[in-house]
């Protein structure tokens, strides 16, 4: 199994940029589509992006499509999230994710990183 640790959060003005990192620990990495989420306070959890086990497909949420950029390095065992043109209305704490490929391995969580975007 792997485990996830967030990096990158922090406070941004709007408009401004943030590249959050997920590290993940164990030799399996590549078993995973890596993912993050956030969840904003009063709200339930939401997709925000992912990515396939070799990098070559990304899928956004309608709401950053165009602004976020998912990416993996495999051979780092880390997924980043790059977030331009931030709004007030991306504040949220974002949470890695690792859905397994195979049987046998669970999906994973990290522990979150907060993003706050002030107006």
């Known amino acids: 199994q792997v485990q996830l640790v967030e990096s990158g959060g922090g406070l941004v003005q709007a408009g401004g940029s943030l590249r959050l990192s997920c590290a993940a620990s164990?030799?399996?990495?590549?078993?995973?589509?890596m993912g993050w989420f956030r969840q904003a306070p009063g709200k339930e959890r939401e997709f925000v992006a992912a990515?396939?086990?070799?990098?070559?497909?990304?899928y956004y949420s309608d709401s950053v499509k165009g602004r976020f950029t998912i990416s993996r390095d495999n051979a780092k065992n880390t997924v980043y999230l790059q977030m331009n043109s931030l709004k007030p209305e991306d504040t949220a704490v974002y949470y890695c994710?690792?859905?397994?490929?195979?049987?046998?391995?669970?999906?994973?969580w990290g522990q979150g990183t907060q993003v706050t975007v002030s107006s």
């Open positions: 164990g030799r399996t990495f590549i078993s995973y589509v």
């Open positions: 990515i396939n086990w070799s990098g070559g497909r990304t």
């Open positions: 994710n690792a859905d397994p490929l195979e049987d046998g391995l669970e999906n994973v």
